[in-house]
């Protein structure tokens, strides 16, 4: 950008002479900086927003935070759509086997039951479901440490407490991570984590492919960052557990979800990709769980 100044700026004003012309180079030079920081700090779409994950078609609502709790998750689910909650329960899984990998996976899947049994306020459901939870830490275990607060939580659900329940429920699954580390079992803590995650994302799928709103589409996966925070927790885990045969189908799901979720080129998602993503968790799920 050059500043050239060949006449008055008023027509009372004598010609400039070269000094003065020299002394508005610096000026010209500090205007065009100040004009190229501005283009380079326009502000950008937000990388967990539906305008960033399916395309400038819809206002950009965030469906999921990094605070967020999968019964945040649910609950956030349930305003967005017309949820028939009992109608996404799953079979009771298998009993535990001596594979202590899958077990902390099921048992992860299980507090994702926990969580969709809360939001139907159903209390037999959600004491069938503990005496399960129960099992399943019997083998982690951490059995006898979780059993008071699991028998506390099926008696408030049957006094009716949802309200008490949710906190109560939420921190039960916090402490089952917490005692896990203490036994120095990183790896089962994680993959609780996980399959807590993973079962409410297949809860929310089916949510969503049942709901005809365009806009709520990309609400399937809650967010592309969602997924590369789920597929960064699956990196912490030890290697031979990362390779083993059991955990492979968990990454390779991950890393096709957010490969299609997050490929703007793609444009909005249609109801056949909402479809596939759905059927993906759900095989996955019954796979490692109830099989």
């Known amino acids: 950008m050059n500043i050239l100044v060949s006449a008055p700026l008023y027509p009372s004003e004598p010609f400039l002479n070269v000094t003065s012309h020299r002394s508005l180079l ?30 400038d078609f819809v206002a950009r609502t965030v469906f999921w935070t990094e605070d967020q709790t999968p019964a945040d998750f649910l609950e956030m689910a349930g305003q967005h759509t017309k949820a028939r909650w009992r ?33 139907a306020g159903d209390a037999q459901q959600f004491r069938n479901n503990n005496q399960d939870v129960v099992q399943y830490c019997r083998i982690l275990g951490v059995g006898e440490k979780m059993r008071p607060r699991l028998m506390a939580q099926a008696k408030m659900a049957e006094m009716d407490e949802w309200k008490e329940l949710r906190q109560e429920i939420v921190d039960g699954h916090q402490e089952i991570i917490r005692l896990l580390r203490e036994q120095m079992d990183e790896d089962l803590a994680l993959l609780v984590d996980l399959g807590a995650w993973m079962r409410s994302l297949e809860i929310v799928s089916k949510l969503v492919v049942e709901t005809p709103e365009v806009d709520k589409r990309p609400l399937c996966i809650g967010s592309p960052a969602l997924l590369a925070d789920l597929r960064q927790d699956f990196a912490k885990l030890s290697r031979d557990t990362r390779r083993s045969e059991l955990m492979q189908p968990v990454i390779l799901v991950l890393r096709e979800l957010e490969r299609v979720w997050a490929d703007e080129r793609l444009g909005p998602p249609t109801s056949g990709m909402v479809a596939r993503t759905h059927q993906q968790l759900r095989t996955l799920m019954e796979d490692l769980t109830l099989k």
């Open 26 to 55: 610096p000026l010209g030079a500090a205007l065009l900086a100040v004009a190229q920081l501005s283009a380079q700090i326009q502000p950008q779409a937000p990388a967990d927003t539906i305008a960033a994950s399916a395309g």
């Open 87 to 119: 109608t996404l329960y799953r079979p009771q899984p298998p009993n535990p086997t001596a594979d202590r990998l899958k077990a902390a996976f099921t048992l992860g899947s299980l507090i994702g039951e926990t969580f969709l049994i809360w939001q």
